[in-house]
């Protein structure tokens, strides 16, 4: 497959904007800036931020054994999403591939760029229904969402391994529940598999939702073009330094995780004792897919008891399900106890 026959012929063609510091970068203190008609007052902030997160990414690099060329930052992994759709698809001739129920994100992307969605519904085990997949033709992109938003769980690793060695597009593995899985992230596998863009996110396990900042993954010919097209200044200055921050203290994003499957688990226990809960699905995320008797009784329930949790029963195969975030130990107990008094 040859990448760049997938790019959009106006994107191959353009000549990306230059930052004044894409154009020029010196971490020296003696250096004097009248490049980018920035306000001379130091208030920590003043300055434009780096433009390509070089240290984020170079601590990344280490963690992630990749180098810091397969890798682009993005104000929240939507950003990124969004730039994968400008890139390789044509407004209004283009077609993409969603396996409902999944990340309603990927749908309002293609709409706002104008690409037509083909939805090829995950199986009643919420699988990817392989041979339906590949009978779509001159699809663009198939979005995979594993672990799955909003049914918890992973997809097969064969079912995966063969949409990317047959599917004729871009496969966009989204993998912003990973940390909570006992699956492995397909990292490992960029270098196997050129037309695979994975992406992630600090939202969840390293608990930076309210900064917004995503990763994409992909061979550095993807990278270099999603790059063309990326604003000059999408990560700040201060998002750049809390997600520094976060990487150096490791052992507590570590621990947190743990502590979010600890209570994954000890939630399922007892979700299994509430009457109105017919069925609680695996999760391989920091989230449990449950369904109940009547979901918009049970929704209107739960917000009278001052507890806000997401009604899923209007998507695809989630009829009267609700998803409930794993919360800390104290949050589920109240969780639990409200569950049970209800019933």
Same mark, same amino acid.
């Given at each position: ?59 990344? +690099? =280490?963690?992630?054994? /990749? ?6 930052? !993005?104000?929240? @992994?939507? #950003? *990124? ?121 600090? +939202? =969840?396990?390293?608990? /930076? ?6 990763? !994409?993954?992909? @061979?550095? #010919? *993807? ?121």
């Amino acid at each position: 497959m040859k990448i760049l026959e997938l790019v959009r012929n106006n994107v191959k063609e353009l000549n990306p904007y230059a930052s004044a510091r894409d154009e020029y970068q010196d971490s020296s203190n003696n250096m004097l800036f009248l490049d980018a008609n920035e306000n001379p007052f130091d208030n920590g902030v003043n300055r434009y931020p780096d433009p390509q997160q070089l240290q984020v990414k170079s601590k990344l +690099s =280490k963690i992630k054994n /990749l180098s810091t060329n397969n890798m682009l930052l !993005g104000n929240g @992994s939507d #950003e *990124i999403l969004d730039l994968i759709f400008r890139v390789f698809c044509e407004p209004n001739k283009d077609k993409v591939i969603t396996l409902p129920p999944t990340y309603g994100m990927y749908q309002v992307l293609a709409n706002i760029n104008a690409v037509e969605v083909v939805e090829v519904p995950l199986s009643n085990t919420f699988q990817p229904q392989i041979d339906k997949i590949l009978e779509v033709t001159n699809a663009k992109i198939l979005f995979l969402c594993s672990p799955n938003n909003p049914t918890g769980n992973c997809f097969a690793v064969s079912d995966v391994e063969k949409l990317l060695e047959n599917f004729q597009g871009i496969v966009v593995l989204d993998e912003a529940y990973i940390d909570f899985s006992e699956q492995k992230s397909w990292l490992n596998k960029l270098d196997d598999f050129p037309n695979l863009i994975i992406t992630q996110t600090f +939202s =969840k396990a390293y608990g /930076l939702a309210g900064i917004r900042l995503g990763i !994409g993954y992909a @061979s550095t #010919e *993807i990278i270099s073009v999603l790059n063309k097209i990326k604003p000059p200044y999408n990560v700040n200055s201060l998002t750049q330094q809390s997600v520094l921050d976060r990487l150096i203290n490791r052992k507590e994003v570590a621990f947190e995780i743990q502590q979010i499957k600890a209570e994954r688990e000890n939630l399922i226990i007892e979700l299994q004792t509430i009457s109105f809960i017919s069925k609680i699905y695996h999760s391989d995320a920091n989230f449990l897919l449950v369904k109940v008797d009547d979901a918009n009784f049970r929704y209107q329930q739960f917000i009278e008891k001052g507890i806000v949790i997401r009604n899923r029963t209007n998507q695809l195969g989630c009829k009267n399900c609700l998803r409930l975030t794993v919360g800390t130990k104290a949050e589920n107990t109240r969780l639990i106890n409200t569950l049970k008094a209800i019933q």
